[in-house]
């Protein structure tokens, strides 16, 4: 008997129409794109272009449809906001102290 892998699980429960759950890390991450690309004035388009990631995978880190987002993602995302890696995975009204780099 073969298992599911995490894709084909998605995929069950897509088609059975239970909801994926998704954890809350990646809803702050994705409240938190869109307060500081909003605050920068960007589209979605321009900051997609801006972290080099392909505007249907920026839509469904926004949108916290994507369960799976890898570091480096949240690192050209923090790049491209001008943020901290630390102050887009904070959740809202967390303090957040950037490192001093000199």
């Known amino acids: 008997m ?3 892998g995490p894709s084909e699980s998605k995929e069950k429960a897509k088609k059975a129409g239970k909801a994926i759950e ?5 809803r702050v991450l994705a409240a938190n794109v869109r307060r500081f690309r909003l605050r920068l004035g960007l589209s979605q388009v321009a900051l997609a272009a801006a972290a080099a990631i392909e505007y249907k995978h920026f839509q469904k880190i ?7 987002v890898r570091l480096d ?3 050209r995302l923090a ?3 001008n943020v901290s890696m630390a102050e887009l995975l904070a959740e809202e009204g967390m303090e957040v102290r950037r490192a001093r780099m000199d």
Do not use: D, F, I, N
């Open 79 to 81: 790049k491209a906001l």
């Open 73 to 75: 993602t949240v690192e």
């Open 2 to 4: 073969s298992r599911a």
């Open 62 to 68: 926004e949108g916290a449809a994507w369960p799976g």
């Open 22 to 26: 998704v954890p809350e890390s990646v």
